[in-house]
Structures are given as structure tokens and as C-alpha cells.
């Protein structure tokens, strides 16, 4: 970050350790972080926690009073946003039983969840990760158990989605493409010492598919 060839970088999935060693860096290097937040430098960041609240309140108003939260256990910015979104969301609803369980970032780590899920009685989950989805959906299936009849699933967009995945998972859909070209504009700005707004906040869209369908 001291060198001379480097015009300029967008930073993403830093940790709070990672922002705190970079606000103390003396650089001058332009820098953009990509949904991460900090007092230091600008950002493009979407807006986690008013999108999780939001998946609360539509599975209220499906009819649903036992909710969970499946995400992985990952100190960064996105995930405890998205948290702190459900617990808002709960609390404002007052839902009668909210669970948050944490699993391995991965569709074994969804699948291991399940048995919680059951145990809970949850009729609805929310996760943070697209392949945590699929193993819950996976697991649920290989039970015989319905959805979204027995139990509704939305994730977040498959940024983490591999090849033959599918589009299967409702989810909240982070507008990537258009936060990249933002941030590479505010970087362009940055450079050519140009003011700039600090903090740009995306909202994120419900794409419904089959595990939460949209109803008339």
C-alpha cells in the first residue's frame, strides 16, 4: 500500500481486525471498500440490515411466528449487519419464537443445521450464504419434508453459487455489477482529487423462486 504503482483499490471481505490495520496505514493510495464499513474511507455498501428486517416482516405476514437465522460464524461487516437486521426485525415484530444458529460456510454446514431447524419447530429460515441454502434445502427434501409448505427458505444472492447449482433459493439480491461500477467511478474521482460522497448505500431486491414463492 506504500508502493508507486498501485492508482487505486476497491477492498472487500475485510474483518473489523482488517479495517482497524488498514485506517492506521499512512498511505495515499486511494481506497474504496466494497461492503465493509469504516470512519476512514469511503464505501459501497448494501443495505444488510434493513433487507434482513425486511425478510422478517414478509414471513410475519405469511403467517409465521417461529423464524430462524442459518449464517456462518464470520466476523464481517455484511454478516453482522445481517444480523443485527433479524434481530430488529424480530424484535419489531415481536415474534413469538426467533432462533440463530451457526454453521460451517458450507452446504454440509446448511445440511448439519436442519436438525436444529426441527428441533426449534422453525416454518421459516433465512440464511446468509446460497450454499448454506441448498443443504437445507437438500436435507429437508431427503426428509420428506416440504417446501415451501412445511417450511420457507430465502437466502442472499448465489455469489457463492458453483456450476449446476441452479436458480432454486428465494433470495435478497446484492446488485454487485452496480456497486462495482460505482466504486470504480468514486475511485476515478479519488484520483483526480475530486470530492466525493462517502458512503453510498445500495438497497437489495426479493427475487422469488420456488422456496418462497410470491403470492397475489
Known sequence: LKGEFCDGLIISGMNQADISFLEQLDTEIPIILFN????????????????????????????????????????????????????????????ETA???????????????????????????????????????????????????????????????LPGDGDLITTLDIPVNEMISTALLMLIDLKNKKQIERRKLFPMNLIYRSTCPKRD
Open 36 to 95: 465493509c464499513e469504516s470512519d476512514e474511507f469511503p464505501q459501497v455498501i448494501c443495505d444488510d440490515s434493513q433487507s434482513s428486517a425486511s425478510i422478517v416482516n414478509l414471513f410475519v405476514s405469511r403467517g409465521h411466528s417461529n423464524v430462524s437465522m442459518v449464517t456462518p460464524l464470520i466476523d464481517a461487516g455484511g454478516f453482522n449487519r445481517h444480523l443485527l437486521g433479524f434481530a430488529n426485525g424480530c424484535a419489531s415484530n415481536n415474534v
Open 99 to 161: 432462533s440463530v444458529f451457526f454453521c460451517e460456510y458450507s452446504r454440509e454446514g446448511g445440511q448439519r443445521s436442519v436438525d436444529q431447524l426441527i428441533r426449534c419447530g422453525a416454518t421459516a429460515v433465512y440464511t446468509t450464504s446460497y450454499q448454506i441454502a441448498l443443504g437445507i434445502l437438500q436435507e429437508l427434501q431427503s426428509r420428506k419434508i416440504e417446501v415451501p409448505q412445511e417450511m420457507e427458505i430465502i437466502s442472499i444472492n448465489p455469489i457463492d453459487s
